[in-house]
Nanobody, 126 residues
Framework: KVEVKESGGDLVQPGGSLRLSCTTS????????MAWFRQAPGKEREGVIC????????YYADYAKGRFTISRDNGKDTLSLEMNDLKPEDTAMYFC???????????????????WGQGTQVTVSS
């Protein structure tokens, strides 16, 4: 059974930082492409940063460039998302997702990721 679990969501003030973590089990983590998505109320789920399994391709949403960083630890089967200079519009439920076939590129469709966590809430507010 594949399990994906996020943690680290919190209430943070504008301009602050937050680190989200994702743990997985039931997959050969190093062979899987991993991604962070987010979904705000009333909006569609969107790819934030999507990393191909071989590290050759990383997709960044425009708002993530320069503020968000993704990292993976294949030894611990974990994925992290470091978010800096957070803005109220970053408020959303953040999801970690895994895919055995996402190959990277200039898109990151949620349909390419079959395995999902339950999400962790990030709220940016003063």
């Amino acid at each position: 059974k594949v399990e994906v679990k996020e943690s680290g969501g919190d209430l943070v003030q504008p301009g602050g930082s937050l680190r989200l973590s994702c743990t997985t089990s039931g997959i050969t983590f190093e062979r899987y492409s991993m991604a962070w998505f987010r979904q705000a109320p009333g909006k569609e789920r969107e790819g934030v940063i999507c990393l191909s399994w071989d590290g050759e391709s990383t997709y960044y949403a425009d708002y993530a460039k320069g503020r968000f960083t993704i990292s993976r630890d294949n030894g611990k089967d974990t994925l992290s998302l470091e978010m800096n200079d957070l803005k109220p519009e970053d408020t959303a439920m953040y999801f970690c997702a895994a895919s055995g076939y996402y190959s990277g590129g200039d898109r990151c469709p949620s349909a390419d990721f079959p395995f999902w966590g339950q999400g962790t809430q990030v709220t940016v507010s003063s």
